[in-house]
T-cell receptor
Framework: AQKVTQAQTEISVVEKEDVTLDCVYETRDTTYYLFWYKQPPSGELVFLIRRNSFDEQNEISGRYSWNFQKSTSSFNFTITASQVVDSAVYFCALSEEKGAQKLVFGQGTRLTINP | EAQVTQNPRYLITVTGKKLTVTCSQNMNHEYMSWYRQDPGLGLRQIYYSMNVEVTDKGDVPEGYKVSRKEKRNFPLILESPSPNQTSLYFC????????????FGDGTRLSIL
């Protein structure tokens, strides 16, 4: 069965600090997809990134970067030089190829960036 | 503009009074799904639909019904709402094929008194 664990319930940092959000997943499928979503205080869910299991290349998009490591079943998300606008709840999610109808979410990490 | 539209955005109602939350997408997506979000639990799937007239249960289907008579619409029905269904609900859609990101509606906050 697929499972996603975000052990950090809440993180609070001061603006301009770097912060890493952890995501650990479980799956028996060899082909799967990992996602990160952002939920700002306004409540909508914003897609950030998708990574498939065959692509372990790390990705950088501006201040955001993602570290995918199959050996540790982790897909961590780092925000560099954090800003107040990064304050949100962040969700990691997993979808297996064989069970593609299901998207399983982690519990979410509430990130607060203080000025 | 590509979007998933949910209505209503907010609803306060009483136990036992049937309600429907509508969901409509304009992207011609085959796949649609409903989730509920509760503190500390993330989002959990209620029902999903792979195409018109094809629906199936997710992880928490008890107390909910869905229908998919048209490709663009996927309403969520609570026949006899109870307080434990107080939650934030999201509808989502995506294309079938290689698993891509789901597009989410803005959410519906339901309070069942």
């Amino acid at each position: 069965a697929q499972k996603v664990t975000q052990a950090q319930t809440e993180i609070s940092v001061v603006e301009k600090e770097d912060v890493t959000l952890d995501c650990v997943y479980e799956t028996r499928d060899t082909t799967y997809y990992l996602f990160w979503y952002k939920q700002p205080p306004s409540g909508e869910l914003v897609f950030l990134i998708r990574r498939n299991s065959f692509d372990e290349q790390n990705e950088i998009s501006g201040r955001y970067s993602w570290n995918f490591q199959k050996s540790t079943s982790s897909f961590n998300f780092t925000i560099t030089a954090s800003q107040v606008v990064d304050s949100a709840v962040y969700f990691c999610a997993l979808s297996e190829e064989k069970g593609a109808q299901k998207l399983v979410f982690g519990q979410g990490t509430r990130l607060t960036i203080n000025p | 503009e590509a979007q998933v539209t949910q209505n209503p955005r907010y609803l306060i109602t009483v136990t036992g009074k049937k309600l429907t939350v509508t969901c409509s997408q304009n992207m011609n997506h085959e796949y649609m799904s409903w989730y509920r979000q509760d503190p500390g639990l993330g989002l959990r799937q209620i029902y999903y639909s792979m195409n018109v007239e094809v629906t199936d249960k997710g992880d928490v289907p008890e107390g909910y019904k869905v229908s998919r008579k048209e490709k663009r619409n996927f309403p969520l029905i609570l026949e006899s709402p109870s307080p434990n269904q107080t939650s934030l609900y999201f509808c989502a859609s995506r294309k079938t094929g290689p698993v891509g990101p789901q597009h989410f509606g803005d959410g519906t906050r339901l309070s069942i008194l």
